[in-house]
């Protein structure tokens, strides 16, 4: 079953956010105070956008297995690339394309030496080598139809020449020889689909020099959509190329200010990435494409918390720039992104960048045994959980219960165990919300011994009066409840109200407990336990007499009404003048509502009806006490007072109101009660 629990703990609805090592507050999102630059966006201006290395494929077939391994052809700025890639497949001769390829045999040798040299990082014989080639094979095709072997090899060997120059620096010497392999590659383009996949390596290549010198032109912008096109029919929808190929676009897009084809590509890499993480491919990172999607969709906002997400984006493109991915200092900006994107309620994204700060942190050296890995995983847990994946979040949970505590500190004893505050803070926490998950669930016993663990934490850190440990009792009150331990059900709620009534602040909804009250009380009158139903509906009544949440008239008449029902419950256990009492402010107190003109302008005139059939049936019931304590007297007065005010009703409805049947019952129940002159029981 699904309850509504108080927010005991406003961080069981909210994230904490490291560090929480500092002297935050216990109970709020635990925020990073970090100072960002107003520095402009990196894409502004000339870029530095980096290709990564990695192998390509000789047939389409083969072309994820050699790419897979490999960092996608993604643009950087933030120096996780590293350069254009080589063409790695060696060339072989194809007797059936080339018939007079044994002129090839020699320099196809050359050729597949300095690709071994390459491999091996023996970057400057593999150069000597490739120029070697580059210079034959420029001789030997001066025909009118030079073969393919020929082809392939010019293609390659200039390909492969310009990554090493790119390497060194030679950006020039790099895009000339980009230029000369693609002369070779348009050749070749549409002879195989193998060709057409290195072809297209070949001008992403070119594509990233040009961008990376800053040779900006439609040239470029029609290069980067001609490999998106031969990526898409090269490969299937969601290959990391095809990826790649949609981010590199929106990256060019992004710095023209062509803000919605930039968002239109940087969804689909997120598409495409998003997908292949679900297959357990984790090779796309999201987060680049997802900070300029953010961007682009923050930066004309005025309000404060877009202004501080653009900041926190802009200072994470920086971080990453200056310092790599894998910093502690982007751990702390991708926490503060985390954090602002989850108060906005965007939980998808706020858990992209939760996932990388814990890939970070379990990364670095300093993070591995650190509070902040808790934090990490609580966040994460606690996005999943507003998700619905309440599994899942029970496992990130689990997770940072894990973690030794490092932080000097007071300790704060759990058990046999030592905790310092801050631990104990987030610890608190983590369970009341696996407490929380449980519950959810069903699993009401996990769920009560999750929401004990917090309690006991929480005591020892705020004292046994503090607002938060009432809500953890009333929460282990209702699932108590729930199991059927109504006596330990009463104590919890008896402990909850105490501190409720203590007055050191209020968490608890009014009506809400009045509602786990009401069901508290109609258990146990079930299983036979009035005086436990009495008490529980004494509860109610003292919080309806003080709640300043629920309106007058509301008030008025709820206690009317319970006050009859206590009076029964007192009948019932043979305490006649308690239930005289009650039943006599039950009376009074539905005569102040009818008697109370302002309220008569709040309510329909069918509720002032019901109001009316509710006072007689107290009055009904306050005279049957007084016969069955033999004053017939009193009880006289009583029901013919019920019998002429329920008269009047009936004579004064309107002609086209009908009234319910149940008045004229409770009348005809009246007036044989005043006429006869016997004790009936209550």
């Known amino acids: 079953m699904n309850h509504q629990h108080q927010s005991a703990i406003p961080s069981s609805s909210m994230l904490m956010a490291e560090p929480i090592h500092v002297n935050h507050a216990v109970l709020g999102l635990v925020d990073t105070n970090h100072e960002y630059s107003e520095s402009s ?134 895009l000339i020889g980009l230029e000369a392999a693609l002369l070779f590659g348009k050749q070749l383009v549409d002879s195989t689909a193998a060709f057409k996949h290195e072809y297209v390596s070949v001008l992403s290549n070119w594509c990233n020099v040009c961008w990376t010198r800053g040779d900006i032109s439609p040239t470029l912008y029609q290069a980067l959509g001609e490999v998106l096109r031969l990526r898409s029919i090269l490969f299937a929808w969601d290959h990391e190329d095809v990826a790649a190929a949609h981010y590199n676009i929106a990256v060019a897009e992004y710095a023209s200010n062509h803000n919605d084809t930039a968002a239109k590509h940087l969804t689909e890499y997120l598409k495409i990435a998003a997908h292949r993480a679900k297959s357990g491919k984790m090779d796309l990172d999201p987060i680049p494409a997802l900070t300029y ?44 992104i985390g954090t602002l994107l989850f108060h906005k309620s965007e939980l998808d994204h706020a858990l992209l960048f939760f996932q990388e700060e814990l890939r970070l942190e379990q990364q670095l050296l300093e993070c591995k ?70 519950d959810k669930l069903g699993n009401y016993f996990e769920a009560i011994e999750a929401f004990g663990k917090s309690l006991e934490l929480r005591k020892a850190m705020l004292g046994r009066d503090h607002p938060d440990i009432a809500c953890l009792y009333y929460n282990i009150g209702v699932l108590q409840m729930e199991r059927q331990h109504l006596d330990e059900a009463s104590k919890s709620f008896a402990e909850a109200l105490r501190i409720r009534y203590h007055g050191a602040g209020n968490q608890l909804n009014d009506d809400r407990v009045i509602k786990t009250l009401e069901k508290l009380a109609s258990l146990y009158k079930a299983k036979g336990n009035i005086k436990g139903a009495t008490n529980a509906s004494r509860e109610i009544l003292k919080i309806l007499e003080s709640s300043t949440e629920i309106d007058s008239w509301k008030r008025l008449r709820d206690s009317a009404l319970l006050l009859r029902s206590i009076s029964e419950l007192h009948h019932a256990e043979g305490s006649m003048p308690l239930a005289l009492s009650a039943a006599q402010k039950s ?51 009583v029901l013919n007072q019920a019998v002429q005010m329920l008269d009047g009703a009936i004579n004064a409805c309107d002609f086209d109101m009908a009234l319910p049947s149940s008045i004229y019952i409770l009348r005809e129940v009246a007036s044989m009660l005043a006429n006869n002159h016997c004790a009936p029981e209550a």
């Open 587 to 637: 009376v009074d107190k539905f005569g102040a509502l009818l008697s109370d003109s302002s309220i008569h302008e709040e309510v329909k005139e069918s509720t002032m009806y019901n109001i009316l059939e509710q006072l007689g049936s107290s009055l009904v019931l306050l005279g049957s006490l007084y016969h069955e304590m033999s004053e017939p007297i009193q009880a006289d007065f």
């Open 293 to 336: 999607l953010l961007l682009l969709q923050n930066e004309d906002k005025e309000d404060r918390s877009s202004q501080d997400l653009v900041r926190g984006l802009r200072a994470l493109q920086d971080k990453r720039q200056e310092q790599g991915s894998a910093s502690a200092e982007v751990a702390s900006v991708l926490n503060f």
């Open 41 to 174: 966006c990196p894409t502004t201006g000339k870029v530095q956008l980096l290709l990564s290395k990695g192998a390509t494929a000789r047939c389409p077939e083969h072309a994820e297995q050699a790419t897979a391994v490999c960092t996608p052809d993604l643009y950087r700025e933030d120096g996780l690339g590293a350069g254009p890639r080589p063409l790695t497949v060696p060339v072989t001769l194809d007797y059936t394309q080339d018939q007079n390829g044994m002129s090839c045999v020699d320099i196809i040798n050359v050729y597949n030496k300095a690709l071994l040299l390459h491999s091996q990082c023996q970057f400057l014989e593999a150069a000597q080598l490739y120029e070697v080639v580059s210079l034959t094979v420029q001789n030997l095709a001066h025909t009118p139809f030079p073969s393919v072997c020929l082809l392939e090899l010019g293609m390659k060997s200039h390909n492969n020449f310009a990554t090493i120059a790119y390497a060194k620096g030679d950006h020039t010497a790099s």
């Open 369 to 438: 045994n650190d509070i902040s890995v808790s934090v990490t995983c609580n966040n994460i847990g606690r996005i999943l959980q507003e998700l619905g994946n309440l599994e899942e979040a029970v496992g990130y949970y689990k997770r940072a219960l894990e973690v030794e505590d490092l932080i000097p500190g007071q300790p704060v004893m759990q058990g046999d165990k030592a905790y310092n505050q801050s631990t104990s803070n987030l610890y608190s926490t983590v369970w009341y919300n696996l407490g929380l998950i449980h």
